[in-house]
């Protein structure tokens, strides 16, 4: 069983750890003041169609480039239903200062800007709306065995509008069919408002914004099997309960706890020190082994080295000793510093080819445990293991903390 601890830093931003025993599980940071943008659905312009890079340049607010591939343009927006979707008629299709309607996919980052869809996504607590994917209606892979049969079976249930496609979350495991019709219900009284609002509003403007903060972490943070929710301001554990009311999630109600202890809830429960291990360059495995984490502009770059690991084993044993036991840290390391991107990982070379299957096999049941969209490869022959990961949030690490100059280790802002 898990707990969720929330640590109020200030009126806008908060800390929200997962401990499990005693130790941390997942971390994240929650700050207001850097508005997330993902999920936000726009009223654009469309100023400029690029055929070279297959993607129009939509001007979805003010002084806000977004970049639209033509992959993610929606049928809904074809002028005549007999015309074909392709990049001949894309200019008769879709001209300067046309409006459209476009949902963020990608935040701007850098110098790169905002990739935007038309394919809009409406999340809720069980379900993921798709307005415009009518011939979409699935059941989220991670859900196996006997749930998805149970799934299948009463899908047909479901008060689906013709028009409308769904993805049935993870967290919907356990839950009626009743109360998954009560999200597709409350999701498509937005996505009516959503039609109002775009219809009547000037472009380039707002129509919808996903960024209340405690909505977003009741929601998306609270797929664990949470035993108890602990908050130590009191305004927030007074709101925690309208918030969960609103979503709900009326079960957890009785769970959430006020700390009014004088000692600081994270020492407390010794999170402190947890944390800022977990942003070194270099992290130490119980056996002696060691991590080393890099970030480059491209990918992220993580080394698995034997070090002080001594076993009195031969060096095949050592390094399949070593492999392994990385793997769990390397998961949660991934998941605690929302790690996205490319991600290459150096393990330990071994001579036997049943060993790397150990390695892979292990990893697979793992990146489960992930809420991220985690798609891995096989162990090369030079011991290189190639993953890609969804980036949840992208202000977790990078706006939190910063990295010295000198010797290259992470530190809180």
Not at 264 to 283: A, M, T, V
Not at 317 to 328: M, P, V
Not at 368 to 376: F, L
Request: a positive charge; aromatic letters at 10%; proline letters at 1%.
């Amino acid at each position: 069983m898990k707990k969720m601890l929330i640590n109020v830093i200030s009126e806008n931003k908060l800390r929200v750890a997962v401990i499990q025993k005693n130790k941390l599980y997942d971390f994240k940071i929650e700050n207001n003041k850097f508005i997330k943008k993902k999920l936000n659905i726009y009223k654009g312009i469309i100023i400029k169609i690029e055929f070279s890079l297959e993607a129009i340049f939509v001007n979805y607010e003010d002084n806000k480039i977004g970049f639209l591939p033509f992959k993610e343009i929606s049928k809904n927006y074809f002028l005549k239903n007999d015309i074909n979707f392709n990049i001949y008629n894309m200019e008769y299709m879709f001209y300067k200062k046309r409006e459209i309607v476009v949902q963020i996919i990608k935040e701007e980052k850098n110098n790169k800007k905002a990739v935007l869809t038309t394919f809009i996504k409406l999340l809720g607590n069980y379900i993921i709306l798709l307005p415009k994917n009518s011939n979409i209606i699935g059941i989220s892979k991670r859900i196996q065995g006997m749930e998805r049969l149970y799934l299948n079976k009463h899908i047909s249930e479901l008060n689906i509008p013709k028009n409308i496609g769904l993805i049935i979350r993870t967290v919907s495991i356990g839950k009626s069919i009743k109360k998954i019709n009560q999200d597709i219900i409350f999701l498509l009284k937005i996505w009516e408002k959503i039609k109002k609002i775009s219809k009547n509003c000037l472009s380039p403007s707002l129509i919808y914004q996903d960024n209340n903060m405690m909505m977003r972490i009741f929601r998306d943070y609270l797929d664990y099997d949470i035993h108890e929710i602990i908050i130590d301001n009191i305004d927030i554990f007074n709101l925690s309960h309208i918030y969960l009311i609103l979503l709900g999630k009326f079960y957890l109600l009785n769970k959430i706890i006020l700390y009014t202890w004088k000692i600081p809830l994270f020492l407390y429960y010794n999170i402190e020190n947890q944390i800022n291990l977990l942003f070194k360059r270099k992290i130490q495995l119980p056996s002696g082994g060691l991590l080393i984490i890099d970030f480059t502009e491209s990918l992220t770059v993580i080394d698995v080295n034997s070090s002080k690991c001594i076993k009195n084993m031969s060096i095949e044993e050592t390094a399949l000793y070593t492999n392994l036991e990385s793997i769990d840290e390397i998961i949660r390391q991934l998941r605690i510093r929302d790690i996205g991107g490319l991600i290459v990982i150096d393990f330990i070379n071994m001579q036997i080819i049943s060993n790397n299957k150990k390695i892979e096999h292990k990893f697979k049941q793992l990146i489960i445990q992930d809420q991220s969209c985690i798609k891995m490869g096989r162990i090369s022959k030079f011991g290189i293991l190639e993953l890609s990961r969804k980036k949840l949030n992208m202000y977790s690490v990078s706006i939190n903390h910063y990295i010295c100059s000198q010797c290259k280790q992470y530190y809180m802002c």
